[in-house]
Every structure is written in C-alpha cells, then in structure tokens.
C-alpha cells in the first residue's frame, strides 16, 4: 500500500496500541475483537463485514457468527483503530491511529484501491462552517473518488 506517511507501524505495535487504546477506553479486548483487528490488518484494501466474515471463518476453520464480526468492527471504530469507507460499506485498519486526525479516504473507482490522508485542517474547516449554520458535527467522512496514479496511466 503507497502511502503519505513518513513512518509506518509495525503489525505489532498497532495491535499492541489497540489494545492500550481499548482498555484507556475502558473497553474489553476480546477474542473476536483482535481476531479481526489482525485479519484487517493483513488487507492493504478496505473489506466488507461479510467478506471479513468469510475470511475469519476460514482462517479459523470454523463458523463465525455475522452479530460477533459486526459487533468487533463497531468496537473497532469505537477506538479509533478502523475505519469505515462509507461510500463502500467496507472497512480498513487505520494505519496511525496514535495521531490525532480526521480521515480523508482517496478511493479509487477503478481498481478500487484506498489511500488515506491525515489531514488537521480541512475537518476543522468544515465543523467551523458547519457551526456557523448551527450545525453541531459528530463524526466526519470525508472520500474523495477518482483514479488513482495506476488506473490513470
């Protein structure tokens, strides 16, 4: 996977963070959780819950309920440690979720390939704009579609 970054984290230290980051959240590091937190890890592209589903399955050579998949990756967003591409009802491993940022998804319509932006300014931006029409902002997802540098060759 390309990416933006100066510095990447080793499979090791995002799980070790995730599991720091859950209990200073005073959530429960579960099986099922760390069982698809490392599967997501292993994919460089976005994954949907039933196809998570599926890989968990056979990875573990046994059946994994839908409501523990989908209740993992709820869990997994909660922390801050994976995000949703809305636009793609898919999921992906964020790969720096010790800094603070908003993140801004390049999706590819052609190959269908994510790349991720961590960017301060442009969700601050937007809620000041938002709450200059008196619009309070939760959660922000912000995607921007087009092709990328392979697809566009």
Known sequence: ????????????DLIAYAEKRAAQLKQRWTAPRAEAYDALLDHSAPITAYALLEYLSTRHGRD????????????????G???KIESLNAFRACR????DHRHLFLVCDGCGHTDEIAD???GEKLSHAAAAHGFK?????????GVCRDCGK
Request: proline share 4%; net charge neutral; with cysteine.
């Open 1 to 12: 996977m390309s990416s933006h970054h100066a510095h990447s984290h080793s499979k090791a």
């Open 64 to 79: 994994i309920k839908p409501t523990s998949v989908y209740r993992a990756l709820e869990a997994l967003c909660d922390i």
């Open 81 to 83: 440690v994976v995000v």
């Open 96 to 99: 720096h979720p010790q800094e």
């Open 120 to 122: 301060h300014g442009i």
């Open 137 to 145: 902002t939760g959660r922000q997802v912000l995607e921007l579609h």
